[in-house]
């Protein structure tokens, strides 16, 4: 089966959050299946520098007004085509955003051109290579369904990924006369969204299938306090929503074979791992306490829960915590935790930005990861906690509640306990977790049995990569 996949970011060619990571594993995850995936994404100029030789297999004298091309190449296994259209996506700032961080103010237009490049593949514009069905990702793909359905590729089945719902692709209804659609698709029915145009919900209701990346934020999404506006949408396609966990790519998260870490280890060589939480004190510049040193890789955001954290951290250093906190965002969060780390010098440390090698030491060397999030459709760092025997700390929601066991006393005793899940978001519900926590870190044989518990647990792609093999071929058996 041929499909393609289309995504605005893809690792490790060019990645602002977790939809990367799961476009760039995905292909591998469904060779297995007999599934041979290609991914269309745009030609950042991070992208075109990695991706070294290219072929031409087609083009466009126009996509939206300007000239385009498709590149295949190839780049650690990923069969890529790369959409390059110098006038929309070569220049300065990364993906969505300019050096200002403002908004690419053609952000319709540059994804409004990623989609149409979808379609017209889908609809048989390269010569030698046509898919049997297209999987979408986020908003800024969600309109190839939209285009398909429109352009002659009706017949080709779709599939959309729900990452996050809260990004909606919402534009002024001004720029529907540029997105090339009929005026028909201005309705209920098509992109209109309360007066605005938004490529997420034209998404949903031409896509064939609807997925979202765990079965409670499938769920979630069906409500108004979750679904952000959409949940009527959603409910209207309630037959065809699926809720699928992400997997994690075991080969580039794998604490035994790890280069960004100093000192390799497995569940076996466990004593290895304090190397590792040196390096990490270091790089902070964090003491060493007698309490669990606890890290944060996030965007510092309110859906990430990062000022509910914020105001805990005096209760985290109160009982001997120390926190190393990796993250950028909102300039107010980023300030307050800088101002945690100048009243807590040596327990409490941040580094603002974006840092992969930085990301992995931090999962290899804490003892605990802190993902308070107030939604979360899958969440990742709390996956790669497990394999990395770094506790997980999570809100009771979306894809965290669905990876993590709480250590209760139940699941303590029976020895399937992972991690710690707290709800609702609230700082006094973090505080009693964090209770929990420091109790059971005093205790070290129960501590050591909670990350080995998590380091055997499966977060590899295999369970999910089959069900949506499942799902792609019970789409083509309908026709
Ligand atoms: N400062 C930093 N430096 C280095 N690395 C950093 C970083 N900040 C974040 N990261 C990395 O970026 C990724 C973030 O992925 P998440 O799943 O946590 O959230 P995100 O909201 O981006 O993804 C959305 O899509 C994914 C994929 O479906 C869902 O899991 C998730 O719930 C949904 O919100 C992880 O790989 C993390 O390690």
Excluded at 144 to 155: E, K, L
Excluded at 258 to 263: E, F, G, K, Q
Excluded at 448 to 454: V, Y
Aim: with cysteine; glycine share 10%; aromatic share 8%.
């Amino acid at each position: 089966m041929n499909v393609l996949s289309v995504a605005s970011e893809v690792f490790p060619l060019i990645k602002t959050g977790g939809l990367a990571d799961v476009a760039g594993a995905l292909p591998a995850a469904l060779k297995p299946h007999g599934i041979r995936m290609r991914t269309l994404l745009p030609g950042y100029p991070a992208v075109m520098a990695k991706i070294g030789e290219t072929t031409r297999l087609g083009g466009f004298d126009t996509l939206f007004g300007y000239p385009a091309a498709l590149l295949a190449a190839e780049h650690e296994g990923l069969d890529l085509l790369v959409l390059d259209a110098p006038a929309l996506f070569d220049r300065p700032g990364g993906p969505y955003l300019d050096p200002q961080g403002l908004d690419h103010p053609d952000n319709f237009r540059r994804f409004a051109a990623l989609s149409l490049a979808a379609a017209e593949i889908a609809r048989g514009v390269l010569p030698e290579w046509t898919p049997d069905l297209v999987h979408c990702h986020d908003w800024q793909s969600a309109l190839a369904p939209v285009y398909m359905q429109h352009g002659g590729a009706a017949h080709v089945p779709t599939v959309l990924t729900i990452h996050n719902i809260a990004f909606r692709g919402q534009f002024p209804a001004s720029t529907f006369p540029e997105l090339a659609l009929p005026w028909g698709a201005f309705s209920v029915q098509g992109v209109e969204y309360y007066g605005d145009v938004s490529f997420l919900k034209g998404g949903l209701m031409a896509a064939t299938a609807i997925t979202t990346v765990s079965p409670s934020y499938a769920q979630e999404i069906l409500t108004p306090e979750f679904g952000m506006g959409l949940q009527g949408v959603l409910a209207n396609r309630i037959a065809d929503l699926h809720g699928i966990v992400n997997g994690i790519d075991t080969d580039v998260w794998n604490p035994a074979a790890d280069p960004h870490i100093v000192s390799p280890y497995a569940a076996a060589t466990l004593k290895k791992r304090p190397a590792n939480r040196d390096a990490l004190r270091e790089r902070f510049g964090l003491v060493a306490t007698d309490g669990p040193l606890f890290c944060v890789v996030s965007r510092l955001t309110d859906q990430k829960g990062m000022d509910v954290l914020a105001g805990v951290i005096d209760m985290i250093v109160d009982n001997g915590g120390t926190l190393a906190v990796l993250g950028s965002g909102d300039p107010a969060l980023e300030a307050a935790f800088r101002t945690a780390a100048a009243v807590h010098p040596g327990r409490v440390g941040i580094v603002v930005g974006y840092d992969e090698p930085l990301s992995h030491l931090m999962q290899a060397g804490a003892d605990a990861i802190l993902v308070p999030s107030r939604f979360e459709p899958c969440g990742l760092t709390q996956l790669y906690g497990l394999r990395y025997g770094c506790v997980p700390v999570v809100a009771r929601t979306g894809g965290l509640a669905d990876t993590i066991i709480d250590a209760n006393e139940a699941a303590v005793a029976a020895n399937v306990a992972t991690g710690f899940l707290f709800s609702p978001v609230s700082e006094e519900s973090l505080r009693l977790a964090l209770r929990r926590v420091f109790s059971l870190w005093r205790q070290p044989k129960i501590w050591a049995r909670l990350q080995a518990r998590g380091m055997k647990s499966d977060v590899s792609w295999d369970m999910s990569a089959t069900r949506y093999a499942a799902l792609y071929a019970g789409l083509l058996a309908k026709g």
